[in-house]
């Protein structure tokens, strides 16, 4: 194996999503079967494989979330921290803190160490296995769904403490309180920032089984149950994806308190687009200050920038901070 340039990583993008690294016939987060080895960093749909038989690397909760996405192929499965070894390179996953199972990979290759985050969060979800990385790589392909100096996160306590409090509130009044998140991992978070309240909580039918699989994996997420409409306004919290705020489920709901909850909820304006009464900007990505921050202590060689829709102001930063960067185009924007 030989690489033409050091400051450079030798990849291609595969059509679709994901990357090869054609040095070490490696995959990450590709859709076919383009590569000796496979790995998938996650479960949300715009990073799992689109031909559903084919073989692949993921941590087990990955592996149990693919199959219920209805993914058919086999799956061998990596723990953190487990280096597997193949011809022409070595790599481990990393616990990114995104979702459960959500894993960083890290390709170890006679050209360098590469460092694939897929997506990730520092400080982490409380219901993931935690944020590790390595203390430093070569190449550094990291995602930035949230590019810009807006995005900003509150701390988890605080967030938590004003969703719990919107949820009394409602309920004293007697409204439903209704939280719009995405049902792989969004919904858990705010599962188990509600739990302390010990109240019972109703989510969507497209979420029941991922909820299954947390408490399964040891993340319990308090005292919960599928949507059923005879039970759902008796003084129960509601979560549904926010695909449901004109469908009949939520329609039915008459006296009822809507909040959405995303990094997108940054903006005001979703706010008065998706006609909800309350924002909380609860994100499972990285903000723009913990990316910088990051990129500095890995101190790569170069940084591939994904999943982003502003690189120019991620690549500005960084190349103040002395570090060489670099857009990649991968399609897909699934999950938030
Ligand atoms: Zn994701």
């Known amino acids: 194996m030989q690489s033409t340039d050091k400051h450079n990583l030798n990849y291609r993008l595969e059509r679709g999503h994901g990357i090869i690294l054609p040095d070490a016939d490696v995959g990450l987060d590709v859709s076919a079967n383009v590569a000796k080895h496979i790995f998938v960093s996650h479960a949300h749909a715009d990073h799992l494989p689109r031909d559903r038989y084919m073989h692949v690397y993921a941590t087990p909760p990955t592996a149990r979330l693919m199959q219920l996405r209805g993914f058919r192929g086999d799956v061998t499965e990596l723990e953190f921290g487990k ?132 408490e399964e994996f040891g993340f319990p997420l308090g005292n919960w149950d599928k949507y059923d409409r005879a039970t759902a306004q008796d003084g129960r919290i509601l979560i549904t994806p926010s695909s449901a705020l004109e469908s009949p489920m939520l329609r039915n709901i008459r006296r009822k308190r809507v909040a959405y909850v995303s990094g997108w909820a940054t903006h005001e304006s979703r706010r008065v687009q998706l006609t909800v009464d309350k924002l909380f900007p609860l994100s499972d990505h990285i903000d723009f200050f913990e990316l910088l921050e990051l990129c500095k202590k890995l101190n790569p060689r170069k940084v591939y920038i994904t999943h982003t829709p502003n690189p120019r102001v991620v690549q500005h930063y960084l190349s103040e901070a002395g570090i060489a960067s670099q857009p990649l185009e991968i399609e897909g924007y699934e999950d938030d």
Request: with cysteine; charged share 20%.
């Open 83 to 214: 280096p597997v070894e193949f011809d022409y390179c070595r790599v481990t996953l990393w616990p990114a803190g995104h979702i459960l199972g959500s894993a960083m990979i890290e390709v170890e290759t006679e050209a360098g160490r590469i460092l694939y985050t897929g997506d990730y969060k520092t400080p982490p979800s409380l219901v993931t296995e935690g944020f590790t990385c390595p203390d430093a790589t070569d190449f550094f392909i990291t995602e930035s769904t949230f590019p810009l100096p807006i995005y900003k996160w509150k701390p988890h306590d605080e967030l938590f403490a004003e969703m719990r409090a919107f949820a009394t509130e409602a309920l004293d009044e007697g409204y439903t309180p209704v939280f719009l998140g995405y049902n792989l991992g969004k919904a858990q978070e705010i599962m188990h920032g509600l739990a302390p309240l010990g109240l019972p909580v109703q989510i969507h039918g497209a979420g029941y089984e991922l909820c299954k699989v947390y």
